[in-house]
């Protein structure tokens, strides 16, 4: 599996009946959010977001067979970044936080090693 064009770390596929399961480690840094997406036959599926696993990162995960096809299979890691850079807004624990209604499309990370949520758009 590639982040950009610089493996980070395996992915083992294994065909269980009508499903793929996948069986993911890499290693990250985990300061942002990664999404493992997988590409066969020209498409994309989102596997899911890869979380802190066996000293480093990973996933598992079932997909069926007929939403993905069958043949080659490329996986690549995607930053939470990539979809688009939203307003980084910090959260301080005594502090109100102002934007609970937009919490739903937001997402949590870290900046300069301030905790805060991405606000989109």
Known sequence: MYLGKQLMGKVQVL????????????????????????????????????IPMDGGFGLDTRLPVKRLGEGEM????????????????????D???????????AYLTRKDGQLGIILPG
């Open 74 to 93: 490329e996986f690549v890691l995607i930053p939470k970044w990539a979809a688009g850079e939203g307003r980084f807004v910090p959260i301080y624990p």
């Open 95 to 105: 502090e109100p936080f102002g934007y609970i209604e937009k919490l739903k499309d």
């Open 15 to 50: 065909r269980q009946g009508l499903y793929y399961r996948f069986i993911c480690r890499c290693r990250i840094t985990g300061d942002v959010i990664c999404r493992l997406g997988v590409i066969c036959q020209g498409r994309q599926e989102n596997l899911g977001v890869v």
